[in-house]
Each structure stands twice: as C-alpha cells, then as structure tokens.
C-alpha cells in the first residue's frame, strides 16, 4: 500500500510524472494536486486500466487549503514540480522569486498533513528549493535528512545519453557506471565518469580533451537547450518526468524490496545521512547531490562516495566549482526561511 502525492500534477512535467506514476503496480493510490486542472487530469488518468486510484485536489478559492490538505493525508511519498519553468535567457536562479514561496507553503503543509512522507522536490532551483524545504521542515520538528531528497536525476539521464553518444556505446551499458555530484544547475553539476574501470579505459582511449569538454558542457548546461528549441514554452519535461519517475521508481523498488542495493544520487543534507557527516566536513558544504543507497523504507540508508570517485585534476576542480556557486543557493535558501538574524 503506498500513497504517493504529486503537487503540481497539471503541469509540464506533473501530467507525464502522473502517468508513469500510475502504470506502477506498487502505487495503490496517486493522488494528484493542483492549483488549476488537477481534477481533470486525475480522470483522465483514472481510465488508464492500472491498480492505482487517481484522485484529483484543486482548491476551490484562494483560502480553500482542504484541497491540499486531502490530497496529502496519508501520503508516504510527496514530490513537488510545482512552480514556474524557464524561459530563454533564465537561469534557474531566476526562478528563485516565485519558487521559494510555492515549495515553502507546500512543504509547510506536508509537515502538517505527512509529516513521515518521503520528500522529492522537483521545482527549480533545486539548490535553494531543498534548503528552504529542510529549512520548513525544521521550523516545524519533522526534519528527517534522511526523507528529503532534491531530484538531480536528470543530469545523470543526460550523462549517461551524451556519453553513449560519445563513445558509440550502449546506453544500457553505461547505466550505474557513472553518475553525477554536486548540484542542479550549470558549474554545480559535476559529471564523473571515471568510477568504473571499464568505462574508464574507453574515455581515456575514445575521448579527446575537446570533445570531453563538449560532454562536460552538455550534461552542465543540456537544459538550455531544451529552453531554447522550446523558445519560450518552457523547459526539459518529458525528461523529466522520465528522470523524476526513475528516482521515484528506485525508492519504490527499495521499499518493495525489489532492489536490495537501489542506488541513485540525489541533492541531500549531508551530515544528517550516514556517511555524510564527513563527507561534508571534507567539501565545507551542507548540501551536495551524491549516490545515496535506500533502505526498506525509501529513506536515504548511506552515501556511496569515496576517494575513488574523483581521479581526476579536473573533477577535483569542477567540484572546487561547483562548491562555491552552491555555497550561495544554500544561503540563499536558508535566509529565505529564517531571514536575517
Ligand atoms: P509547468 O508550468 O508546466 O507546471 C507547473 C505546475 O505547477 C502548473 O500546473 C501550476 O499550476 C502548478 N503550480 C503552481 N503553483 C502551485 C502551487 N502553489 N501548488 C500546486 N501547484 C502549483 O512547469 P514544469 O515544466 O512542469 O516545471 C515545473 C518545475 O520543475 C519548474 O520549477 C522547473 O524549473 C522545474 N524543473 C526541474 C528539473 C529538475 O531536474 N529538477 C528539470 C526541469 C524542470
């Protein structure tokens, strides 16, 4: 029996997040909430011959808060892609002014109505937006770093499609040899591809320091080029929801026990996760996208990260990078929260 909730199910990536949600077995109830059309994409769904029971929440008025109150009771997993996407020329910063407050009011309602549910914040900046969330959490006595996870799994999908491009090898073949850290935008996604002997060996004989930067830049900034061939319609969401859906996906498998060693990275708190304490100590950040293993209950069980992970110059520099940009999404959140003391 799980419950998963969908907050901003209407939207670009909600709706195909919602599909795929439905056509899992283990899902016994989908429970779509929206401030617009949540209902009707929930019967739509409804007539897809899956177990899950979609139910669509959308409030009637402004003060109307039974809406999300209904469609979060119960729930074991939340995931949150409500919010406003980019346009041509937008950072994902940017997004920052209208975001923060949705996931705030969002996650302020989960501690009210869930407050054990698994936490999967989609909306951008992911940076910030997971800071703000724990921020919340906090305020309200249910933070648990182990529940709450910012979803950078796209910025591995990416990695994983660009290099099987590069090195013309099977992208089946490079899934759970590489993976991404850092965080979810620009300089502070950092791709390591050098994780796996046999992976190892065909980028050091096949990619040329040209073309690696090319793959670097891609999988940095492959969401601009959504933005632009979508000019002005938005940004990645059938990715996304693809990639949203696997995260997703994973943790089920880990609960079901499906998986018994189901491995993704996600944006975390890192001293509050097995293994994380030092870790943060070492990079001098809070919060950073790593591999995480779960447990049976979906919650973050320890990191899989070591030394190994970075062999080369470079990446111990992008991750230099990648840390200081991250250093002012993080602030940047918690002075959202807690305003200046
Ligand atoms: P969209 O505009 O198509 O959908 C957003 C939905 O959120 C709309 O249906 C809207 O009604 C709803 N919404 C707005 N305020 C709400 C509230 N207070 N409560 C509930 N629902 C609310 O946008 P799209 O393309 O689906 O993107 C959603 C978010 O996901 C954006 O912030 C975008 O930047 C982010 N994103 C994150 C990625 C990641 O890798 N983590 C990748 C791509 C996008």
Same mark, same amino acid.
């Given at each position: 029996m799980v419950k998963v909730t969908i907050a901003g199910a209407a939207g670009g990536i909600g709706q195909t997040l919602s599909l795929l949600c439905k056509l899992n077995p283990d899902i016994t109830e989908l429970s779509l909430y929206d401030i617009a059309n949540a209902e009707g994409v929930a019967v739509d769904l409804s007539h897809v011959n899956s177990p899950a029971r979609a139910t669509g929440h959308q409030p009637r008025d402004k003060s109307d808060q039974d809406a999300l109150k209904n469609s979060l009771i119960g729930s074991d997993i939340v995931i949150i892609p409500a919010g406003v996407p980019r346009k041509p020329?937008? %950072? &994902?910063?940017d997004l920052f002014k209208i975001n923060a407050g949705i996931v705030r009011s969002l996650v302020g309602a989960v501690a009210k109505y869930c407050p054990e549910a698994l936490l999967l914040i989609i909306s951008n900046p992911v940076n910030s937006t997971v800071v703000i969330a724990a921020e919340e959490l906090k305020k309200n006595n249910c933070f648990n @770093? &182990? #529940?709450?996870f910012g979803v950078t799994t796209l910025d591995l999908v990416r990695a994983e499609t660009f290099l099987s491009y590069e090195l013309n090898y099977p992208v089946e073949d490079i899934r759970g #040899? $590489? %993976? +991404? +850290?850092g965080g979810h935008s620009g300089d502070t996604i950092v791709p390591l591809i050098h994780i796996n002997t046999e992976i190892s060996k065909i980028v050091s004989s096949k990619l040329s320091p040209e073309r690696l930067e090319n793959f670097i830049h891609r999988v940095q900034y492959g969401g601009d080029e959504v933005v632009q061939a979508k000019s002005g319609k938005g940004s990645a969401t059938l990715s996304m929801a693809y990639a949203g859906y696997r995260f997703t996906e994973t943790i089920l498998n880990a609960i079901t026990g499906k998986e018994n060693k189901a491995l993704e990275p996600a944006y975390i708190y890192l001293p509050g996760v097995p293994g994380g304490e030092e870790l943060s100590r070492k990079l001098g950040v809070e919060y950073?996208? +790593? @591999? $995480?293993e779960f447990d049976n209950k979906g919650e973050a069980k320890r990191i899989i990260f070591n *030394? *190994?992970? $970075?062999s080369k110059n470079y990446e111990a520099q992008m991750i230099e990078i990648a840390k200081k940009s991250l250093t002012k999404s993080i602030v940047q959140g918690q002075l959202f929260v807690n305003g200046s003391k």
């Amino acid at each position: 029996m799980v419950k998963v909730t969908i907050a901003g199910a209407a939207g670009g990536i909600g709706q195909t997040l919602s599909l795929l949600c439905k056509l899992n077995p283990d899902i016994t109830e989908l429970s779509l909430y929206d401030i617009a059309n949540a209902e009707g994409v929930a019967v739509d769904l409804s007539h897809v011959n899956s177990p899950a029971r979609a139910t669509g929440h959308q409030p009637r008025d402004k003060s109307d808060q039974d809406a999300l109150k209904n469609s979060l009771i119960g729930s074991d997993i939340v995931i949150i892609p409500a919010g406003v996407p980019r346009k041509p020329g937008m %950072t &994902r910063q940017d997004l920052f002014k209208i975001n923060a407050g949705i996931v705030r009011s969002l996650v302020g309602a989960v501690a009210k109505y869930c407050p054990e549910a698994l936490l999967l914040i989609i909306s951008n900046p992911v940076n910030s937006t997971v800071v703000i969330a724990a921020e919340e959490l906090k305020k309200n006595n249910c933070f648990n @770093p &182990r #529940k709450l996870f910012g979803v950078t799994t796209l910025d591995l999908v990416r990695a994983e499609t660009f290099l099987s491009y590069e090195l013309n090898y099977p992208v089946e073949d490079i899934r759970g #040899k $590489i %993976t +991404v +850290v850092g965080g979810h935008s620009g300089d502070t996604i950092v791709p390591l591809i050098h994780i796996n002997t046999e992976i190892s060996k065909i980028v050091s004989s096949k990619l040329s320091p040209e073309r690696l930067e090319n793959f670097i830049h891609r999988v940095q900034y492959g969401g601009d080029e959504v933005v632009q061939a979508k000019s002005g319609k938005g940004s990645a969401t059938l990715s996304m929801a693809y990639a949203g859906y696997r995260f997703t996906e994973t943790i089920l498998n880990a609960i079901t026990g499906k998986e018994n060693k189901a491995l993704e990275p996600a944006y975390i708190y890192l001293p509050g996760v097995p293994g994380g304490e030092e870790l943060s100590r070492k990079l001098g950040v809070e919060y950073f996208a +790593v @591999p $995480i293993e779960f447990d049976n209950k979906g919650e973050a069980k320890r990191i899989i990260f070591n *030394n *190994n992970f $970075i062999s080369k110059n470079y990446e111990a520099q992008m991750i230099e990078i990648a840390k200081k940009s991250l250093t002012k999404s993080i602030v940047q959140g918690q002075l959202f929260v807690n305003g200046s003391k």
